[in-house]
């Protein structure tokens, strides 16, 4: 019986830190740091003569429906003229994506004909830059017109290589489960990413909107499902810095619906089982041990063993009650039990579109975590293949 608890204690600490401890660990040091080094002096942005010259690469798949808007978007961006360029990387599309954006001279339209993936896109068009740096964002997504400018300010730290703008969620209409919950979810990883920034530097940039320095590429293999995560990891691996502002950001509608969202979830997992492997080198905590700290912390568990700890946690609470182990693990046994009927209670209210933000929180962290486990399906048949498979938007 000592065994069990020991292995409840362990597996309750590790889902406890992963979920809450971390955030709040986070929190104090950012707040100890702020007394004895004092808050950050935000750089003024340069002036426009000061300005770098700057590239926003868009990589696509079949976006005919969203150029007029994305374009929209993108022309009132406030960045001068002569120093932005605009990309189209069009992967394998055959629908009318590519005759769409004859309509506009400004854009250089990169094509591949065949269909290899979003990181193969990437390569393609990189190997067309001819600016200075060189920003990814999503078709889908709509960027706020000062985020260039932005993220040019950030490049003024020799010790940034990336800089990760926020995700924003919106849905079309109250009362969306997929995107209110997918929102409620970045507001807390936005929240997350901007402390580790401030502490030293952000876990990964999102895909929605990012920039690099070009020279700090890495070749990331055309397999990756996160491309935009490996890409800038491989910039702090190299001793560089990503640098989270929330004053640079791209906001998308979320999934249609569960199930839409469901594949997102998974695919992000199986690439972040991926990633894991291919950054093994980043659990040494002898190399960069803050960056191991923070990794480990923020994405490791995540990404692999705090879900494999839930599972655990329940099983070894019903054999420690069965045994008699005393009132503390009956208690929390029926705590487990109330939480996993409130998600249970969440999905069938989803699934008839009612709503309740208790119980579809609940409802949603268990989805989440439910996806590692698809993701680790997912990887073992995905193939090698880096082509992505669109989640269906509001």
């Not at 003569?49 to 929209?72: F, G, S």
Request: net charge positive; with cysteine.
């Amino acid at each position: 019986m000592i065994t069990l608890k020991i292995l409840f204690w362990a597996m309750l600490l590790i889902v406890f830190y992963t979920y809450i401890g971390y955030g709040i660990l986070l929190y104090l040091i950012i707040r100890l740091k702020r007394i004895l080094a004092g808050t950050p002096r935000k750089v003024a942005t340069p002036g426009d003569d000061e300005l770098p010259t700057m590239t926003l690469m868009i990589c696509a798949y079949n976006e005919e429906d969203v150029v007029a808007e994305k374009m929209a978007n993108t022309l009132a961006i406030d960045y001068p003229r002569d120093k932005f360029r605009i990309m189209w990387v069009t992967d394998g599309s055959n629908d009318r994506t590519n005759e769409l954006l004859k309509a506009y001279p400004e854009v250089d339209v990169v094509f591949s004909p065949e269909r290899k993936g979003k990181t193969a896109a990437l390569k393609h068009g990189l190997q067309e830059l001819q600016t200075r740096y060189v920003a990814f964002t999503d078709a889908n997504t709509m960027i706020n017109p000062g985020a260039m400018k932005e993220i040019a300010r950030l490049f003024m730290d020799p010790t940034i290589g990336c800089v990760s703008g926020e995700k924003r969620v919106a849905a079309r209409k109250e009362g969306e489960m997929a995107a209110e919950g997918e929102g409620l979810y970045w507001r807390y990883e936005s929240t997350l990413k901007k402390w580790d920034s401030e502490l030293y530097s952000a876990m990964g940039a999102a895909g929605e909107l990012y920039a690099i320095d070009p020279t700090l590429v890495h070749e990331v293999p055309d397999s990756a499902l996160l491309d935009d995560f490996m890409m800038s990891m491989f910039i702090v691996k190299d001793g560089k810095r990503i640098a989270y502002t929330p004053d640079a950001y791209a906001q998308e509608y979320g999934s249609a619906n569960m199930f839409e969202e469901s594949k997102r979830k998974r695919r992000i997992a199986a690439g972040g089982l991926q990633s894991i492997w291919w950054l093994r080198s980043l659990l040494n905590p002898f190399h960069q041990p803050l960056v191991t700290f923070q990794y480990i912390s923020h994405r490791v568990l995540r990404w692999s063993i705090t879900p494999i700890a839930m599972v655990i946690l329940l099983v070894i609470n019903v054999l420690l009650t069965a045994l008699n182990a005393g009132l503390f693990f009956n208690i929390a046994l029926a705590l487990q039990i109330i939480f996993y009927l409130t998600a249970f209670l969440g999905w069938q209210l989803s699934r008839r579109g009612a709503k309740n933000k208790l119980l579809y929180t609940a409802y949603y962290f268990v989805f989440m975590n439910l996806n590692v486990f698809r993701g680790m399906a997912y990887l073992c048949k995905h193939n090698n293949s880096g082509a992505w498979e669109k989640a269906k938007r509001s």
